[in-house]
């Protein structure tokens, strides 16, 4: 064979080589970079409530008491979940804790403490659920807060 014929061999062997590297490449490392592109489905997660406290029927031989004025608790502050896709409620400030519910975005909490390091809020939701998120998915409402609506996207 003349040397031109054999270095012509030579370059196309190289070239089908690499392509088929690529090829097999492209198609291994394919599926793992479109499963970073979209974010998992969220978790469906069922709050459990507790049973309603049966109160005890009165008697009626006996008069009823008169009712003591309470005091009214302080307001507690309430905050808005701004985070996209809502937060997990968790029965301690843990990311390995257990999750008791979620709470949507947009949604409007009381917020009752703060972690001692300042990442987690104990909330109740307007369920009454009560647990803890991650604090900077809650924005606290404020009197010159802007509604839900006024929050550019």
């Known amino acids: 064979m003349k040397p031109v014929v054999r270095v012509l061999q030579w370059l196309l062997g190289i070239f089908l080589g ?25 978790p469906n997660v069922e709050a459990q ?17 008169e009712p003591t004025p309470t005091p009214s608790p302080p307001t507690q502050p309430e905050g808005r979940v701004i985070y996209g896709d809502g937060l997990r409620l968790r029965d301690r400030p843990s990311r390995e804790a257990n999750a008791l519910g979620g709470v949507a975005f947009d949604e409007v909490v009381t917020i009752l403490e703060r972690s001692e390091d300042g990442e987690w809020l104990k909330v ?16 606290e409402i404020t ?7 006024e929050t550019p996207q």
């Open 18 to 42: 690499f392509s088929l590297i690529a090829l097999v490449a492209a198609a291994l490392i394919t599926p793992l970079v479109f499963n970073l592109l979209w974010s998992p489905p969220r």
């Open 49 to 65: 409530s507790s049973p309603e406290p049966v109160e005890p029927v009165p008697n009626s031989s006996s008069p009823p008491p």
């Open 124 to 139: 109740r939701t307007k369920e009454n659920l009560e647990g803890w998120v991650l604090a900077f998915g809650v924005q």
């Open 143 to 149: 009197a010159e807060s802007p509604a839900p609506s």
